[in-house]
T-cell receptor, first 110, second 117 residues
Framework: RKEVEQDPGPFNVPEGATVAFNCTYS??????FFWYRQDCRKEPKLLMS???SGNEDGRFTAQLNRASQYISLLIRDSKLSDSATYLC???????????FGPGTRLSVLP | DTAVSQTPKYLVTQMGNDKSIKCEQN?????MYWYKQDSKKFLKIMFS???????INETVPNRFSPKSPDKAHLNLHINSLELGDSAVYFC????????????????FGSGTRLTVV
């Protein structure tokens, strides 16, 4: 089993749609979780951390399920500018060894 | 002010050459990293330095040698470049406290696109 796996994409959705991405991780000792977005030919940028209790930032909601070892990202009211690749990031242990998932590509269509 | 800056942005070179990529961060972070993103877009860690000390060294050919003169700088030197080294190399930094729920992850540089011909 790969360390971090994500929904295979691409996701093509119309503007205004709600879209959800899932990510599973293999190491039950993982402590820190993040969602990053990466635009074409750009560096990854932190979208949001994922807290134990779940957290929301505007149209974006992140959830963590430790028992099932997955995290999710929900985007409501999709905008054209949300088109990007979304990367799930998990640390493998108590250290700073973070592993990136393969990414899920989202295209929001007019 | 750029938080994590790496140079050069583009690098085209011939097989067998030796090249260096430089990275500097002005965020005061303790830890710096080099990541490689290949043509399939997978981001894989290569090295990590914490306060100038190597803490992660993934399975990378020993043609790749990182150097951290101080905690704000992490350079990557590559000897005898091969075609398969063509990729985008990202430098990143972080300030991370174990057990805290408010770690902010990485800040990445804008990448160095290396093409070996």
């Amino acid at each position: 089993r790969k360390e971090v796996e994500q929904d295979p994409g691409p996701f093509n959705v119309p503007e205004g749609a709600t879209v959800a991405f899932n990510c599973t991780y293999s190491n039950s000792a993982s402590q820190s979780f993040f969602w990053y977005r990466q635009d074409c030919r750009k560096e990854p940028k932190l979208l949001m951390s994922v807290y134990s209790s779940g957290n929301e930032d505007g149209r974006f909601t992140a959830q963590l399920n430790r028992a099932s070892q997955y995290i999710s990202l929900l985007i409501r009211d999709s905008k054209l500018s949300d088109s990007a690749t979304y990367l799930c990031v998990v640390n493998l242990d108590y250290g700073q060894n973070f592993v990136f998932g393969p990414g899920t590509r989202l295209s929001v269509l007019p | 002010d750029t938080a994590v800056s790496q140079t050069p942005k583009y690098l085209v070179t011939q097989m067998g050459n030796d090249k260096s990529i430089k990275c500097e961060q002005n965020l005061g972070h303790d830890t710096m990293y080099w990541y490689k993103q290949d043509s399939k877009k997978f981001l894989k860690i290569m090295f990590s330095y914490n306060n100038k000390e190597l803490i992660i060294n993934e399975t990378v050919p020993n043609r790749f040698s990182p150097k951290s003169p101080d905690k704000a700088h992490l350079n990557l030197h590559i000897n005898s470049l091969e075609l398969g080294d063509s990729a985008v190399y990202f430098c990143a930094s972080s300030q991370w406290d174990p057990g805290q729920d408010n770690n902010y992850g990485y800040t990445f540089g804008s990448g160095t696109r290396l093409t070996v011909v």
